[in-house]
């Protein structure tokens, strides 16, 4: 355990005043505590509108405090989803130092209060307030525009990713049902088999299909990697499906959805593009772009994604940070003798930590020293 980061925020929290504050969509609820975690007075609550950042919050304020320094008061704010962030910003620019605390901490300071586990917006402002004190948070800090830009863009990549995986989910379970048999002449997850699925689906559909008419197009789609040998041996395995037999109606209901998921499918291909085009060009602007590229297996996609999580490469100092970062540093579990089985504490940033271990899989069998350092964690 590194206890000299705890001590060194808890030297800087000394004899300061902690606002403590559990965000919420409608209402933030705050509590003023002073070194000892004592209260100067009953938490209260201001709207998350113009108003209440500008006005309600500093009135209420005013009432307990002389005067409200930004040399001598902090402002803590839990974490949680995005209520956070316009809040961060405002208190950030009016030039207060704003403490960010994890959900993680204000969850396992509940208890120690009252012995309960009982969650109020009171209690939650209190508990982060209290965390702030004994050091368990991070510093609130704005990055540069393009440092921004780029991870904006690594998150709009992460979700439309996610929504690519479901949509081919929902092609390949709709063939399942009615013909299933045509994963076994053609992989469904290939650009032949979404083009013939615009036009047929049933297996009736495929056998009544114009061979010769078909060839011409899947062959200029898949550049000559399928044809009329492919189209005869989808009909063949046509003539016995074990796929349901559908009437008309909802023949048509089927084919409408299976065209809606390849419409979306093929959107979802193009954004994906044009967001990871802009991001490369943002990351090739970074130091780091070329030097992650040089490795044999790292491509510009994977260099472009790792710069954009990082945010601020040069605030790591050491590849232990960036492994704790991501939540891939290893959980212990020693007492005396025993040492138990260790276990990746998966406590940090799941995108960055997914993009390591896709590095990883790339590099480990052109880089001997990362396959190496690969083989030791696999034990």
């Known amino acids: 355990m590194n206890t000299k980061v705890i001590v060194e925020k808890r030297h800087f929290v000394h004899n300061k005043i902690i606002i403590g504050i559990d965000p919420a969509k409608h209402?933030?609820?705050?509590?003023?505590?002073?070194?000892?975690?004592?209260?100067y007075c009953k938490s209260f609550s201001f709207n998350n509108t113009f108003k209440g950042f500008n006005e309600e919050l500093w009135l209420k304020l005013a009432k307990v405090l002389k005067e409200i320094d930004p040399q001598k008061v902090v402002f803590a704010v839990e974490i949680s989803i995005n209520l956070w962030q316009k809040l961060c910003y405002f208190l950030n620019n009016k030039g207060f130092t704003v403490l960010m605390v994890s959900p993680l901490y204000t969850k396992h300071e509940r208890p120690k209060m009252d012995n309960t586990y009982?969650?109020?917006?009171?209690?939650?402002?209190?508990?982060?307030?209290?965390?702030?004190?004994?050091?368990?948070?991070?510093?609130?800090?704005?990055?540069s525009n393009a440092s921004d830009a780029m991870h904006r863009l690594s998150i709009t990549y992460d979700k439309l990713k996610k929504h690519m995986a479901q949509t081919k989910?929902?092609?390949?379970?709709?063939?399942?049902?009615?013909?299933?048999?045509?994963?076994?002449?053609?992989?469904?997850?290939?650009?032949?088999?979404?083009?013939?699925?615009?036009?047929y689906l049933a297996p009736t559909e495929f056998l009544n299909m114009n061979l010769y008419s078909e060839t011409i197009i899947i062959e200029k789609v898949s550049q000559k990697q399928h044809?009329?040998?492919?189209?005869?041996?989808?009909?063949?395995?046509?003539?016995n499906s074990i796929g349901i037999s559908v009437s008309d109606d909802l023949l048509f209901a089927e084919k409408l959805t299976m065209l809606t998921w390849l419409n979306q499918y093929q959107l979802l291909k193009e954004q994906m593009k044009l967001v990871l085009d802009n991001l490369i060009e943002l990351a090739e602007q970074s130091s780091l772009f070329p030097i992650l590229t040089s490795l044999k297996g790292i491509s510009g996609i994977t260099a472009s994604r790792f710069i954009a999580e990082l945010r601020d490469?040069?605030?790591?100092?050491?590849?232990?940070?960036?492994?704790?970062?991501?939540?891939?540093?290893?959980?212990?579990?020693?007492?005396?003798?025993?040492?138990?089985?260790?276990?990746?504490?998966?406590?940090?940033?799941?995108?960055?930590?997914?993009?390591?271990?896709?590095?990883?899989?790339?590099?480990?069998?052109?880089?001997p020293e990362i396959r190496i350092r690969y083989l030791k964690r696999q034990m």
């Not at 209690?123 to 209290?130: I, Q, T, W």
């Open 27 to 39: 209402n933030h609820q705050a509590i003023v505590i002073n070194e000892l975690g004592i209260p």
């Open 227 to 239: 044809g009329l040998k492919t189209l005869k041996l989808i009909q063949d395995v046509a003539v």
């Open 118 to 143: 009982s969650k109020t917006d009171p209690k939650d402002s209190l508990a982060v307030a209290n965390c702030a004190r004994q050091g368990y948070f991070n510093f609130y800090k704005e990055y």
């Open 313 to 367: 490469p040069m605030l790591f100092t050491n590849y232990k940070q960036i492994e704790t970062f991501a939540g891939i540093s290893l959980k212990l579990s020693q007492s005396g003798k025993f040492t138990g089985y260790r276990r990746i504490t998966h406590i940090g940033n799941h995108r960055l930590r997914a993009i390591i271990y896709t590095m990883t899989e790339e590099t480990k069998n052109h880089v």
């Open 169 to 199: 989910q929902r092609i390949r379970s709709q063939v399942e049902l009615i013909f299933p048999e045509l994963q076994s002449a053609v992989d469904i997850d290939t650009d032949t088999a979404r083009e013939l699925l615009r036009r």
